[in-house]
């Protein structure tokens, strides 16, 4: 299977609020990346692949949840994968902090945040 992904992933187990059509779903992030997070319902949930939503990811310590709209990519009963869009205002910066605590693979973050372009050379 040829890997499609350009932003590695890293496995980050944490609480989130999914909200589709206005109806909110509890769910818990998987695994996440710069661009990208599967999600998992202990549920059912009807979310439709291409359809966009948005996210509420909790972080242990912090008051405030990451704030992201997304658009579904994958959808089975149980569980979602998004592609990241826009952030609330400073929210993509958390997310590239939490993303430099979480990574086993710091040279690779770093290309993948010139990528983006959240760093210089």
């Known amino acids: 299977m040829i890997e499609k992904r350009r932003f590695h992933r890293v496995l980050f187990r944490t609480k989130c609020l ?12 998987e695994n996440i990346s710069l661009k990208g997070a599967m999600i998992s319902f202990d549920e059912a949930v009807m979310v439709p692949q291409g359809d966009c939503c948005s996210l509420e990811i909790s972080l242990a310590g912090e ?27 400073g929210h993509h910066f958390r997310l590239c902090g939490l993303m430099e605590r979480l990574t086993g693979e710091p040279a690779k973050l770093r290309e993948e945040l010139k990528l983006i ?3 210089s050379d």
């Open 18 to 29: 999914v909200r589709h059509d206005e109806i909110p779903y509890d769910g818990c992030v």
């Open 63 to 89: 008051k405030a949840p990451i704030l992201i709209s997304a658009e579904i990519i994958y959808s089975t009963m149980f569980r979602i994968g998004v592609e990241f869009g826009t952030f609330e205002a």
């Open 117 to 119: 372009g959240l760093e």
